[in-house]
């Protein structure tokens, strides 16, 4: 009897631990859950006992959120990322820069540099330290606008950021930075999945979401291969092309 009450606890806590954690947070958590117990590992082989055991402990952590979507501390706020999961647009594109993954991320990090090789966008503002404001063009000279947050940020490894409030364009992604074979420099690759809202007011926001594909943001990430490599700007060719 006793055996048999013990199992259903630990079936009802496992039933209760729903997945609450969005699919690039998963994504992020994963990476940097293993890039964590890397370092960990190495710590530990320099002996450096307690930081490589601290790092190895939140590794392991990040690496069961990402792998089960489930998070504690999201449970005991109340908070759940995981809705719209399933649902979007994603779109996934890679590039390989010959740059190391530090400088390639610097670049990126520094939100405000994206319009510069990023057509769809018209401008972005840091208002903080993790957020940022917003604006792109659409079809017919149509304007969205919305706010983000960036929810993890991994030097010369990855960012993951996600809109926040009532977005005209709901939006998340994730860009990661990874050594290419050969001495290459870095290997980018960027993953954005867009939320379109249905008609109504948020019809605009639809159009310009379908209008984003993966050739456009394949065509973007080669004009930052561009500025990267050879220092030229992608202003001209904005210029005319709008």
């Not at 009897?1 to 994963?30: C, D, F, P």
């Not at 990040?62 to 809705?83: I, M």
């Not at 065509?219 to 092309?241: M, P, V, W």
Request: proline share 4%; glycine share 12%.
């Amino acid at each position: 009897m006793e055996l048999t009450e013990a199992v259903s606890r630990i079936g009802a806590r496992m039933k209760s631990r729903k997945v609450n954690v969005g699919h690039t947070e998963r994504n992020a958590s994963l990476v940097g859950g293993a890039a964590l117990a890397v370092t960990g590992i190495k710590a530990l082989t320099g002996r450096r006992y307690l930081p490589g055991l601290a790092m190895m402990v939140a590794g392991g952590m990040f690496l069961y959120r990402g792998k089960t979507g489930f998070c504690g501390l999201y449970q005991a706020l109340g908070v759940d990322t995981s809705e719209n999961a399933a649902g979007g647009v994603l779109i996934e594109t890679f590039v390989t820069i010959n740059r190391t993954p530090q400088q390639v991320y610097e670049f990126w990090r520094n939100l405000e540099n994206l319009p510069s090789f990023m057509r769809h966008l018209e401008s972005v503002e840091v208002t903080g330290e993790n957020t940022s404001h917003w604006k792109a063009r659409g079809p017919a000279g149509v304007t969205v606008e919305w706010d983000a947050e960036m929810v993890a940020d991994y030097p010369g490894q990855l960012i993951l950021w996600r809109s926040t409030g009532e977005a005209a364009l709901p939006n998340e992604g994730t860009v990661e930075f990874r050594e290419a074979p050969g001495d290459r420099g870095t290997e980018l690759k960027v993953s954005i999945r867009y939320y379109p809202p249905g008609d109504g007011p948020g019809k605009a926001a639809a159009k310009m979401a379908n209008a984003i594909t993966g050739a456009q943001i394949e065509e973007d990430l080669k004009r930052l291969k561009q500025i990267l490599e050879t220092g030229e700007t992608a202003t001209a060719e904005r210029t005319n092309n709008h």
